[in-house]
């Protein structure tokens, strides 16, 4: 990652941190949180918004976020106090939270992440990577949709029969359902070792109540990845 522009703005519990910006489609919008929520919704005005609140009584200047533009897109996160930089995906902070709400344009990727909080990214035009570890995962997009907690559930909606990469969908402690349309053609492997496997689709192949490693549809199709430990795995059909 190559930084372009920092910009840092102090954030307290009484006043929001707010940055709108233009980045090309194909590019990538990232949201870095540690405690708090991340949420996704689409874009009217055709360019990236992105909304923070501290949750509570923070001191003042004791969080900060921080805007990196790069040749990727941007990348936005909570900076604490004796640090500078934006710590590495999973890594756990101080306890003050942090929530955030980014509006994605058509065609803008979408990663978020959090440690403690859910990950959510509804009715987006984009592809979604979405990971959590203590907190829920859901998403719907006509993109492919990669998503992980270790605590959590993950329900997924993909609104168009096919997807440019495979979705994968993964947790430990929690069950994963996904809802495809009733047209989709897949190659799906699905595994649950404390749970069992629900699908809604006619699967060919080595099926079981706790593995699935076989096709769905008419042929054909991208492979689809779905891993829990202990929860079920539901497959639905949508529209």
């Not at 519990?13 to 949180?33: F, K, L, N, T």
């Not at 035009?125 to 998503?147: E, F, I, L, M, P």
């Given at each position: 990652?190559?930084?372009?522009?920092?910009?840092?703005?102090?954030?307290?519990?009484?006043?929001?941190?707010?940055?709108?910006?233009?980045?090309?489609?194909?590019?990538?919008?990232?949201?870095?949180?540690?405690?708090?929520?991340?949420?996704?919704?689409?874009?009217?005005?055709?360019?990236?918004?992105?909304?923070?609140?501290?949750?509570?009584?923070?001191s003042p200047g004791s969080v900060q976020v921080q805007l990196m533009r790069h040749e990727?897109?941007?990348?936005?996160?909570?900076?604490?106090?004796?640090?500078?930089?934006?710590?590495?995906?999973?890594?756990?902070?101080?306890?003050?939270?942090?929530?955030?709400?980014?509006?994605?344009?058509?065609?803008?990727?979408?990663?978020?992440?959090?440690?403690?909080?859910?990950?959510?990214?509804?009715?987006?035009?984009?592809?979604?990577?979405?990971?959590?570890?203590?907190?829920q995962v859901r998403v719907s997009t006509t993109g492919t949709v990669?998503?992980?907690?270790?605590?959590?559930?993950?329900?997924?909606?993909?609104?168009?029969?096919?997807?440019?990469?495979?979705?994968?969908?993964?947790?430990?402690?929690?069950?994963?359902?996904?809802?495809?349309?009733?047209?989709?053609?897949?190659?799906?492997?699905?595994?649950?070792?404390?749970?069992?496997?629900?699908?809604?689709?006619?699967?060919?192949?080595?099926?079981?109540?706790?593995?699935?490693?076989?096709?769905?549809?008419?042929?054909?199709?991208?492979?689809?990845?779905?891993?829990?430990?202990?929860?079920?795995?539901?497959?639905?059909?949508?529209?």
């Amino acid at each position: 990652m190559l930084p372009i522009l920092f910009a840092f703005l102090a954030v307290n519990g009484a006043q929001d941190y707010h940055w709108r910006g233009a980045i090309a489609r194909g590019s990538q919008v990232e949201i870095r949180g540690i405690n708090g929520d991340v949420r996704a919704v689409p874009s009217t005005s055709g360019e990236v918004e992105v909304e923070a609140q501290v949750e509570g009584g923070a001191s003042p200047g004791s969080v900060q976020v921080q805007l990196m533009r790069h040749e990727n897109g941007v990348t936005v996160c909570t900076v604490f106090p004796g640090e500078k930089v934006c710590r590495p995906l999973g890594d756990s902070g101080p306890g003050a939270r942090v929530n955030f709400v980014v509006r994605v344009p058509e065609g803008v990727h979408f990663l978020g992440s959090t440690v403690n909080g859910g990950v959510e990214a509804q009715s987006l035009k984009s592809d979604v990577q979405a990971y959590t570890v203590n907190g829920q995962v859901r998403v719907s997009t006509t993109g492919t949709v990669q998503a992980k907690t270790v605590n959590g559930s993950i329900t997924a909606s993909l609104l168009k029969p096919f997807w440019s990469k495979a979705p994968e969908l993964s947790t430990v402690n929690g069950g994963i359902r996904l809802v495809l349309p009733s047209s989709a053609n897949a190659a799906v492997q699905a595994a649950t070792k404390n749970g069992k496997i629900v699908t809604d689709f006619a699967a060919k192949g080595l099926v079981t109540d706790q593995e699935v490693v076989g096709r769905i549809g008419g042929g054909g199709g991208r492979p689809m990845i779905l891993r829990s430990v202990n929860g079920t795995i539901e497959l639905k059909r949508g529209l």
